[in-house]
């Protein structure tokens, strides 16, 4: 979703810009721009429809020269995706020139005072609105005494983009430029993340770590209503409301990111054939045989209180949902804890009666899902330990908990999450053997459970020569308008994960059900036309999903089915088998998806979608 960068320095700001905004494509966009300050303070802006390849073609064509400059990617919330939409927008004649991210919730009421008030609106963002309050708090002096008087050449400034800022209902990450203060930039951020990247002689501002990589190599993260006045050499952090603050500098950990697709035709393909990498890496150095379990660094809590957890929700979005629904059968089965799934979404805004000795894990490969950061927020207002399962190192919803666990997956890059969804199942997996190993479990059965851990990756990798048999059913199917995914138990997840994949890159309407389910609604679905892929390992359902397997084909239904090596019978029913390794039913579903996976890779591929980019979507949600 949007993505912000800013420059102020003694290079040419273009360059962080555009490199910056490229490193932020991933999180999803429509258009982007920016605008860059020359030596006289004259603010010149760029912005295009589309990619930033375009946006690099215009800046080429007509280069904007100086140092000091912002720049953003929109994901359109409020009017369409045009390039009168798109950031930065300016207020007032030039007076400011923003880029924001969030939304603005009251951003209606205040347009209507605004225009009544002389404002000329030039879009239809709710952003505008932020351009044309700093201007007037800027033209009106809504400058307190204290800001006039004091010695602090940018106070002034600051005063009126609190002023600003106290009239807005929502959320923003903002930079500010200023057409009379030339040599500085303006950060402001209420629940939608800023970064501050420290060089020499200049700074660097972006929504999250991964532009400063190999520009910078300490970083500050800023907390909600906090802003930063930059300028090339300095950083002055006040709070909304107490003043200044002393932030404090970390060290970067992004490295520059491997950008290359390593021979891979598109990010997604890559990182489904880095699974068996990322899963290692997930389990690297939490699995000890000594005492058959697992060990994590970061959940700082005492043994007393993990011993002390009577309930556990589990609360995420989208495909990390669908990584908890297994956590939960997981951790049921093996630690006897109850456990509650909860769309955050939903969370955040329900009331649900929460016991003491509840432990609340959000689950974000991002760390920056906006229904997730509020969903952990409303949870530790309530005086609940939070813990946080997240790939994005430094996110915000990392930052946010009282711990938590990395997967360690590397940059997820294509939209559609694999590698991040396969390592979440593997980190929640190695939880439920913890938490069973510190109540009933035996040591028998840690062990047995760790052996499963460790061949894992390697039937992982035997899964992946599953591509050549996906491709030719991708191509038998790819026409079809609506499919279903059918798995039980702990592959009921796993069907779930395999719809969306498919809809989400390749635009085919599918829904994943309880194989058993399907005979309450569903199955009026099916025709000769509509596939239904079935998982069905072995298994003590396996059975039970055959009649539902014969069901299906009563109906004249197409049966493609996952299932483990050697099984001869489900290819008497199916019309297509795909067949993986066997391992222990409890990492089944990691093994299950990858086909699953490939299926709807080439199945997009062969519909001539944007596999990487599909429309509409953005890696990193964070409006809600
Ligand atoms: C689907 C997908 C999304 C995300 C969801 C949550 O492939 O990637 O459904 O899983 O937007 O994102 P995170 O995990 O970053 O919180």
Not at 18 to 25: D, N, V, Y
Not at 462 to 485: D, G, M, P, S, V
Not at 590 to 601: A, E, F, R
């Amino acid at each position: 979703m949007c993505g912000i960068v800013g420059y102020v320095g003694h290079r040419e700001a273009s360059g962080f810009l555009l490199e910056g905004l490229r490193r932020l494509e991933y999180r999803g966009y429509d258009s982007a721009g920016v605008a860059i300050a020359d030596q006289a303070g004259h603010v010149s802006i760029c912005k295009t429809t589309g990619r930033i390849e375009r946006l690099a073609s215009a800046l080429a064509g007509s280069p904007l020269h100086g140092s000091i400059g912002i720049g953003h990617t929109r994901w359109a919330t409020h009017g369409a995706a045009t390039e009168g939409n798109a950031h930065p927008h300016v207020g007032g004649e030039h007076v400011v020139t923003i880029c924001h991210n969030g939304v603005i919730e009251n951003y209606q009421q205040l347009k209507s005072r605004l225009e009544s008030e002389g404002y000329v609106f030039q879009s239809a963002t709710d952003t505008e609105v932020i351009a044309h309050l700093v201007t007037e708090c800027l033209e009106k002096e809504c400058v307190d005494e204290e800001g006039k008087d004091s010695q602090e050449p940018y106070a002034s400034l600051v005063t009126a983009v609190k002023a600003a800022l106290s009239q807005l209902r929502g959320t923003y990450g903002l930079v500010l430029m200023f057409r009379d203060y030339p040599g500085v930039i303006l950060a402001a951020r209420l629940g939608s993340p800023l970064v501050l990247g420290i060089g020499d002689d200049e700074h660097f501002i972006a929504s999250d770590a991964s532009p400063l990589a190999g520009y910078a190599d300490k970083i500050v993260y800023l907390s909600d209503h906090q802003i930063a006045v930059v300028t090339a050499d300095s950083v002055q952090v006040t709070h909304r409301d107490h003043g200044d603050v002393r932030h404090s500098v970390e060290s970067l950990q992004v490295k520059t990111p491997a950008v290359d697709l390593g021979g891979y035709s598109h990010y997604m393909l890559k990182e489904i054939y880095e699974q068996p990498e990322s899963l290692k890496n997930a389990m690297r150095g939490r699995l000890t045989e000594d005492d058959a379990t697992a060990m994590f660094g970061g959940l700082n809590l005492t043994p007393q209180q993990l011993g002390g957890v009577k309930r556990i929700i589990l609360t995420a979005c989208g495909t990390s949902w669908h990584a908890a629904l297994l956590g939960e059968y997981l951790i049921e089965e093996f630690a006897r804890i109850p456990v509650e799934v909860e769309y955050a979404s939903e969370l955040r805004y329900r009331n649900p009666p929460v016991d003491p000795g509840t432990l609340v894990f959000a689950i974000s490969q991002s760390g920056e899902t906006a229904d997730t950061l509020g969903a952990i927020r409303e949870m530790k207002r309530k005086g609940h330990r939070t813990l946080a399962i997240c790939n994005v190192v430094g996110s915000s919803i990392a930052q946010e908990a009282d711990g938590g666990v990395y997967l360690h997956a590397g940059p997820e890059i294509g939209v559609a999450s694999t590698k991040a969804y396969t390592s979440q199942c593997m980190v929640l997996a190695l939880l439920a053997l913890y938490f069973g190993r510190m109540r009933h479990l035996s040591v028998d059965a840690g062990m047995r459970i760790i052996n499963a851990f460790h061949a894992l990756p390697s039937k992982v990798r035997a899964a992946l020569q599953t591509e050549e048999e996906c491709k030719r059913i991708a191509a038998k199917y790819c026409h079809a308008n609506n499919f279903l995914y059918l798995g039980r138990q702990y592959n009921f997840p796993t069907a779930l994960e395999g719809a969306l994949k498919l809809k989400e890159i390749s635009y085919i309407h599918a829904e994943g059900y309880p194989a058993a389910e399907m005979k309450h609604g569903p199955i009026a679905l099916v025709d000769e036309s509509t596939p239904s892929v079935f998982i069905v390992p072995q298994g003590f359902v396996y059975d039970k999903v055959m009649s539902n397997i014969e069901e299906v084909k009563a109906r004249g239904g197409p049966v493609i089915a996952v299932v483990e090596h050697g099984d001869t019978r489900v290819a008497e029913l199916a019309d297509d088998v795909i067949s993986v390794p066997s391992v222990e039913e409890f990492v089944q579903p990691i093994v299950s998806t990858i086909p699953l996976q490939l299926l709807s890779y080439h199945i997009a591929l062969m519909r001539g979608c944007d596999v990487d980019k599909p429309r509409n979507l953005a890696k990193s949600v964070t409006v809600e």
